[in-house]
């Protein structure tokens, strides 16, 4: 399995509040994708990174940010939480593009109230 | 832009028969990628079976085997001796040339013993 992970893990905040998901590897892959998985949707990209500071925006973007100071972490921040952001949220990597393969973390599942 | 479509919600199958499920996706693009992801109850998403768009010869991996169908635009799923182990959500996903990959809503597979 790739070196995955992400923290935390479950998390429950209230509306309006900021929260920071961490997505960390262990492989060096120079790419990496935040998605969020909702039911009827399937998985939408966030943003994702092509490189240390070098990052772009996903299909689902609005009222996400994201950073990458190190090739090994990559942060998503929402800076207000809203309800509708109640997700479930995926850090991917792959090590180039174009043909290679995506590989997922466990997923943090957030509830905002 | 691309879309991906299951259009089948839920599946059931029986221990030891074979199922399909089916992907429609569409694009303009000549050179892409296909991909089959499993997320059992754990959440966690794991690659299936991929698909290079260039090659005309069907992608098998053990017992999951797929049909593409370029010009119909068509990636159906094959399970063979189904077993329980394989009862999960099934993505289909589509990625171009560039790293954003697009998801379908998912299939539900219910495997009865």
């Known amino acids: 399995d790739a070196g995955i992970t992400q923290s935390p893990r479950h998390k429950v905040t209230e509306t309006g509040t900021p929260v920071t998901l961490r997505c960390h590897q262990t492989?060096?892959?120079?790419?990496m994708y935040w998605y969020r998985q909702d039911p009827g949707h399937g998985l939408r990209l966030i943003h994702y990174?092509?490189?240390?500071?070098?990052?772009d925006k996903g299909e689902v973007s609005d009222g996400y940010s994201v950073s990458r100071s190190k090739t090994e972490d990559f942060l998503l921040t929402l800076e207000s939480a809203t309800s509708s952001q109640t997700s479930v949220y995926f850090c991917?990597?792959?090590?180039?593009?174009?043909?290679?393969?995506?590989?997922f973390g466990p997923g943090t599942r957030l509830l905002v109230l | 832009a691309q879309t991906v479509t299951q259009s089948q919600p839920e599946m059931s199958v029986q221990e030891a028969e074979t199922v399909t499920l089916s992907c429609t996706y569409d694009t303009s693009e000549s050179d892409y990628y296909l991909f089959w992801y499993k997320q059992p109850p754990s959440r966690q998403m794991i690659l299936v079976i991929r698909?290079?768009?260039?090659?005309?010869q069907n992608a098998t991996e053990n017992r999951f085997s797929v049909n593409f169908q370029k010009a119909a635009k068509s990636f159906s799923l094959k399970i063979s001796d189904s077993q329980l182990g394989d009862a999960a959500m099934y993505f289909c996903?589509?990625?171009?040339?560039?790293?954003?990959?697009?998801f379908g809503a998912g299939t539900i597979l219910r495997v009865k013993s």
């Open positions: 698909q290079e768009a260039y090659k005309q």
């Open positions: 996903a589509y990625r171009s040339g560039g790293n954003k990959l697009v």
């Open positions: 991917a990597i792959s090590e180039v593009a174009g043909e290679e393969t995506q590989y």
């Open positions: 990174s092509y490189g240390v500071k070098d990052t």
């Open positions: 492989e060096n892959h120079r790419y």
